[in-house]
Structures are given as structure tokens and as C-alpha cells.
């Protein structure tokens, strides 16, 4: 969005799903080596891209076990990530000064 922000400078509010920290694995072969170098490195670079751009407002949605990955959801879980992700970034965006 950066040249449509140059002419309508608008804050930019990013949803991010973040699903519970997992306890660490042991890494015993180059295989699980190689997934988790690639993990961290793609977590850095969110980051890294997050962190330098102006303006741009990030909701952490908890979304407890459910990984993006799982496409199986139960009627349930669906709810229930749609309620959190609801209240969430209610409260989100109650509690955090946004520029007009």
C-alpha cells in the first residue's frame, strides 16, 4: 500500500493469526534442522517487514491449537476463532489511538 499511502495517509490495521507457543523440539536430524532454520527465518522477515513501515497498526489474533494450516475446522473451532478474532480486535482498536 505504500503508493496509495503517499496521497491518502491512512493508518493500515494487519490481523496476524498467532497460534500458542509450542515447546521446543529437539532437533536430531538435518531435516528438522532445516525446517526450523526456515521457521525462524520466515518469522524474522515478518518482522523485519512489520517493524519498518510507518503507520501500520498489528492485531495478534490468538487462535490457541488451530494452525493457518488447518483446513478440517469443526463448525466449533470456526466460532470460536471468529468470536476471539472479533473481541480481540474490538478491543484492539478501543484501546489504541489511531491517526485521523
Do not use: C
Not at 30 to 38: P, V
Not at 50 to 57: D, K, R, T
Not at 65 to 91: A, P, V
Amino acid at each position: 500500500f505504500e503508493k496509495e499511502r503517499i496521497h491518502h495517509p491512512l493508518p493500515v490495521v494487519g490481523l496476524r493469526l498467532q497460534p500458542d507457543s509450542r515447546p521446543r523440539q529437539d532437533i536430531r536430524n538435518l531435516w528438522q534442522f532445516t525446517k526450523a532454520l526456515i521457521s525462524t527465518m520466515m518469522k524474522t522477515n515478518l518482522s523485519l517487514q512489520i517493524n519498518h513501515l510507518e503507520g501500520l497498526f498489528i492485531v495478534l489474533l490468538p487462535t490457541g491449537d488451530i494452525n493457518s494450516t488447518d483446513f478440517d475446522l469443526t463448525m466449533e473451532q470456526k466460532l470460536r476463532l471468529y468470536e476471539d478474532g472479533y473481541h480481540t480486535t474490538k478491543d484492539y482498536l478501543d484501546d489504541t489511538p489511531l491517526p485521523n
